[in-house]
């Protein structure tokens, strides 16, 4: 079993400037990535998409995850005309599947497709197929960067396979390696979204934003997610992760 001694070693060790700047951009990403992960997750989420209008919408949303996010899946709770809406993501998001039972509609979401999403929400399909930023992006650079009064190593990083982005930039908190804000720009080099995570706690271990809000800079409309309710490390049948369950949601 691992003690508590040698966490609060490395806690310190870490907090030392000079430690701290001797990590590669790469292991900021990784830590980046490994503090918000954990083997099963079930979630209950409020989206509220605010259009270019001022107007707004708002949905309950539920989500399940294994694996770290290599496997999850989604249903809309309400209102009533999006309920049993449902998204399916496997493989770390390399292969997705909507459905909208409206229409009795099951897709599978080519790669070209990713950039679309779901009710006309900010968060892309590619936004929100979960996987890992350590094995779908490389990162080139790394400074140090104030943002709203917290020191922060910034990263620049490209994807590794195909994506809607062609460069990510990341304020990752120097101390606690949450991520406070993710610049996205496209294949044209235009800054398209900008993502801001806050509220961030630590549910069972695992960091959390309690809050994130996904700017659309080309359309000028938002979307904000909350979370209601956070479980980790509860039991997640593999059942869940199926073109069966989503239809019959």
Not at 12 to 17: C, N, T
Not at 43 to 70: C, H, N, P, V, Y
Not at 147 to 173: E, F, I, Q
Request: proline share 3%.
């Amino acid at each position: 079993m691992r003690t508590i001694l040698p966490t609060l070693f490395a806690a310190a060790l870490f907090s030392l400037p000079g430690i701290a700047n001797a990590l590669t951009p790469a292991e900021v990403l990784a830590k980046a990535d490994a503090i918000q992960k954990s083997d099963t997750a079930h979630i209950l989420m409020e989206q509220t998409i605010t259009t270019t209008s001022g107007a707004t919408r708002t949905f309950k949303i539920e989500s399940w995850s294994k694996g770290g996010d290599d496997q999850s899946v989604m249903r809309f709770i309400s209102p009533a005309p999006s309920a049993g809406i449902g998204m399916l993501s496997l493989e770390g998001g390399d292969v997705m599947w909507a459905y909208f039972p409206d229409s009795d509609d099951l897709r599978k979401i080519a790669s070209s497709a990713r950039n679309g999403s779901m009710e006309g929400s900010d968060f892309s399909y590619e936004d929100m197929s979960g996987g890992s930023w350590e094995e779908d992006w490389t990162t080139t650079e790394m400074v140090t960067e104030d943002l709203n009064g917290r020191s922060c190593h910034k990263l620049t990083a490209t994807p590794k396979g195909n994506s809607s982005y062609a460069v990510m930039h990341a304020w990752v908190d120097a101390e606690t390696f949450v991520t406070h804000q993710v610049h996205y720009i496209d294949k044209k080099d235009r800054h398209v979204k900008t993502l801001e995570m806050a509220n961030w706690e630590q549910i069972s271990g695992t960091w959390t934003p309690r809050k994130m809000v996904m700017h659309n800079l080309k359309r000028g409309s938002q979307t904000s997610i909350e979370m209601i309710e956070v479980a980790y490390g509860v039991d997640v049948e593999d059942s869940l992760f199926t073109t069966d369950f989503i239809t019959s949601m």
